[in-house]
């Protein structure tokens, strides 16, 4: 499909595993993004990369990896979950240049027990 | 660390009534944007200002950037069911190039039929 997809969509895992959230775009767009949106706190930016193989943290990168070997590709692992990880999590991306228009994924919403 | 604080968070009010919702912060910002939320889905972006004193209109939507772009409002007139969900305005800094944008908490908006 077209567009900026997210899996898994519902995630369920314990306090101390390994857990990755996938992130797919087609529009071959440069840069993209993860946020964690919880009650309270808005949107806060995790991780971003502005290319295949460079990525930056953002306002809230404790305890999350991202790696970007495809440009369509950015995955965020969470390498020891714990229960302030659970959150629902949004991918974007968006093209270089411009106003800096982002374009959000369904999100993933995960729960930590 | 909040920059962008919104008013008011929560809005219900009767369809055919005007509203206006207010993004505010002591930060100055290249360019904002403004988007709406529905339940379980993405944000998506409604409209982007990076001029100081622009005023942007979208069908009955008015957004308008503060002349000391540090703040913007969203005036909706005559609202319908339709517009129903959450407004999220989110600021890029002039220390980056559009690769950081910091959200607000939102304004969870509700149009009774």
């Known amino acids: 499909d077209a567009g900026i997809t997210q899996s898994p969509r519902y995630k369920i895992t314990e306090t101390g595993r390994q857990v990755t959230l996938m992130c797919h775009q087609t529009w071959s767009h440069s840069y993209m993004f993860w946020y964690r949106q919880d009650l309270g706190h808005g949107l806060r930016l995790i991780y971003y990369s502005a290319a295949a193989d460079i990525t930056d943290k953002g306002e809230v990168p404790d305890g999350y990896v991202v790696s970007r070997s495809k440009t369509e590709n950015f995955p965020l692992t969470l390498e020891s979950a714990t229960r302030s990880q659970t959150s629902v999590y949004f991918c974007?991306?968006?093209?270089?240049?411009?106003?800096?228009?982002?374009?959000f994924g369904p999100g993933t919403r995960l729960t930590v027990t | 660390t909040q920059l962008l604080e919104q008013s008011p968070q929560f809005l219900s009010i009767q369809e055919g009534e005007n509203l206006t919702v207010y993004c505010n912060s002591s930060s100055v910002f290249s360019s904002l944007q403004w988007y709406r939320q529905e339940p379980g889905e993405g944000p998506v972006l409604l409209v982007t200002v990076v001029t100081g004193g622009e005023v942007k209109k979208l069908k009955r939507l008015t957004f308008q950037f503060g002349d000391a772009r540090k703040d913007s409002s969203l005036h909706i007139t005559a609202a319908q069911p339709g517009d129903t969900g959450l407004y999220l305005c989110?600021?890029?800094?002039?220390?980056?190039?559009?690769?950081?944008?910091?959200f607000g908490t939102g304004t969870s908006l509700t149009v009774i039929p």
């Open positions: 974007a991306s968006r093209g270089s240049g411009g106003a800096y228009e982002q374009y």
């Open positions: 989110a600021g890029a800094g002039y220390e980056n190039t559009g690769n950081q944008f910091y």
